[in-house]
């Protein structure tokens, strides 16, 4: 009786074990469908849509288009779920308001102006009438040397204070660029920079590539003040081109400054695809090792 019910157990914990995994394969290896679209002309436009799950759900994002925001269409739902999204006629409301708002306030504050110097000239004009009529007496007390003397002695107390606080500026400050100095020799010894780098970038193409691009383009031109950062920015397009499967053509304007661009692009590819670089990323030596340092070394640390 005992192992009867032992083993039913067993069976139901194999059973949730197996859907589990069943689930979990699904969600890395269901493909991911995408398209994107965009423009850049004085302001950036886009709209990206995602299938997932067989095509079951669907997202779509627009910016800068007529209807911004995000929609999340439901499987067997025929309404569509819009997060985020404002109509447009409302932002230009908003806008006007606040134009009013912004221009109400300089208003009230140009009238608070010219009142505060409307009393000011009152109180002064009062001032000199008094001072007209103002009869000093001989036999007061002049203080006057008095009062110099103690303005001198706290100019001197101040300008005292102000150099010591001014000496351990300077003091905390190259204690700060020799501690990071330190920090800086240690980094390079404990951990390879270079490698790091490396893996940086091995890390990006790999995940472009797992992208999954199937096609695409990107019409434009692009041309800076200075037409050297034009000439640069043209070698960087064509490094892309080579890498990607785009159809890219971009023009250079070595005239003046412009942006105008226009692409499209669509792919395919699962969440397993995409984790695979980032845990090999994670794994390298260098990588791995600041996470253990970062998460568990515990005490003193440099």
């Known amino acids: 009786m005992f192992f009867t019910v032992l083993k039913f157990i067993f069976n139901i914990i194999l059973v949730l074990l197996l859907f589990l995994l069943i689930i979990t394969a699904v969600l890395l290896f269901s493909h991911i469908r995408y398209e994107i679209s965009g423009a850049y002309e004085n302001k950036a436009e886009f709209n990206v849509k995602i299938g997932w ?11 800068g288009g007529e209807e911004p925001g995000l929609k999340i269409i439901l499987p067997f739902s025929k309404k569509r779920k819009k997060v985020a999204s404002e109509p447009r ?9 606040e134009d009013i708002a912004e221009k109400a306030e300089e208003t009230a504050f140009e009238a608070e102006d010219e009142l505060s110097e409307k009393a000011a000239d009152e109180f002064w004009d009062t001032a000199d009438t008094d001072a007209g009529n103002f009869i000093p007496d001989n036999d007061t007390e002049d ?4 009062d110099e003397s103690i303005d001198i002695s706290a100019d001197n107390k101040a300008k005292k204070k102000k150099k010591r606080k001014k000496k351990a500026d300077i003091s905390g400050t190259f204690a700060k660029i020799q501690n990071y100095c330190e920090q800086l020799i240690y980094f390079k010894e404990r951990y390879d920079p270079a490698l790091i780098i490396k893996n940086i970038f091995v890390f990006f193409a790999d995940e472009i590539k797992a992208l999954g691009l199937q096609s695409g383009s990107l019409d434009g031109e692009i041309g800076f003040a200075d037409p050297a950062y034009t000439g640069l920015m043209l070698g960087g397009v064509g490094t892309v081109r080579a890498m990607l499967p785009l159809d890219i053509n971009i023009d250079g304007n ?6 105008l661009l226009r692409g499209e692009a669509r792919g395919k590819t699962y969440f397993g695809r995409l984790l695979k670089p980032a845990l090999k990323f994670i794994f390298t030596r260098p990588v791995l090792l600041i996470i253990k340092d970062f998460l568990f070394t515990k005490g003193d640390k440099k």
């Open 53 to 63: 799950l067989f095509g079951l759900l669907k997202l779509n994002y627009c910016y």
């Open 89 to 97: 006629i409302e932002n230009d409301v908003k806008s006007i308001a």
């Open 143 to 146: 203080f006057s040397d008095n």
């Open 254 to 259: 070595f005239s003046g400054k412009t942006v």
